[in-house]
């Protein structure tokens, strides 16, 4: 049973980047997911979260407008859409299935020039 998300890297201030995230051993059904991200000497923050695809919210004000969560229960597969990225976004992200108190390993984001 865990997460394992993909899809971090390196990327210019203004770039897209997706992150997914997959459940290996146990399925969705609709339960709470979320992403979560930590920078440097700071704390774990809430991102955004989704129940199904018409309980999608985005929880981060910083992010508002630019970062979009979606899910897919046929792939058990979450995903954080981010566009226009700032030097501030950079940050380990999670993903988190609230209902199993279950988090990925994390994948790194970095947003430098």
């Known amino acids: 049973v865990q997460l394992v998300e993909s899809g971090g890297g390196l990327v210019q201030p203004g770039g897209s980047l997706t992150l997914s995230c997959a459940a290996s051993g146990f399925t969705f059904s609709g339960n709470h997911m979320s992403w979560y991200r930590q920078a440097p000497g700071e704390e774990r923050k809430l991102v955004a979260s989704?129940?199904?695809?018409?309980?999608?919210?985005v929880h981060l004000d910083s992010v508002k407008g630019r970062f979009t969560i979606s899910i897919d229960n046929e792939k058990n597969t979450v995903y954080l859409q981010m566009n226009s990225l700032k030097v501030e976004d950079t940050a380990v992200y999670y993903c988190y299935a609230n209902w199993r108190n279950l988090w990925g390993q994390g994948t790194q984001v970095t947003v430098s020039s």
């Open positions: 989704v129940g199904s695809a018409t309980t999608a919210l």
